[in-house]
């Protein structure tokens, strides 16, 4: 049974940090499509990042040179350090994985998310 579980969210200052940790379990998240989403109130979910199951990143312009998705294969865990946080960040994050070994399209699975508000 699939299962992520983030954490690491919570409130600070515009130009703080934050690192959000996702635990998956039930798949091996090495050889998956992983990626973080948020979703802001009034707002569609918008893609924040993504890896692939052979380390590649991408990011959506926003967030690029501040957010670092990454892997920590031993614990089976999904990171994004995020870095000079700004209030538009205010959001619900949200940690997926996709497809096996092909990173594209939509996501298959989805955590319940954990709350990041970044105030001015």
């Known amino acids: 049974q699939v299962q992520l579980e983030e954490s690491g969210g919570g409130s600070v200052q515009a130009g703080g940090s934050l690192r959000l940790s996702c635990a998956a379990s039930?798949?091996?998240?090495?050889?998956?499509?992983m990626g973080w989403f948020r979703q802001a109130a009034g707002k569609e979910r918008e893609e924040v990042a993504r890896?692939?199951?052979?380390?590649?990143?991408s990011y959506t312009d926003s967030v690029k040179g501040r957010f670092t998705i990454s892997r920590d294969i031993a614990k089976n865990a999904l990171n994004l350090q995020m870095n000079s946080l700004m209030p538009e960040d205010t959001a619900m994050y949200y940690c997926a994985v996709g497809r096996r070994y092909i990173c594209g399209g939509t996501m298959n699975y989805w955590g319940q998310g954990t709350q990041v508000t970044v105030s001015s």
């Open positions: 890896i692939s199951a052979a380390g590649g990143t």
């Open positions: 039930g798949f091996t998240l090495g050889t998956y499509c």
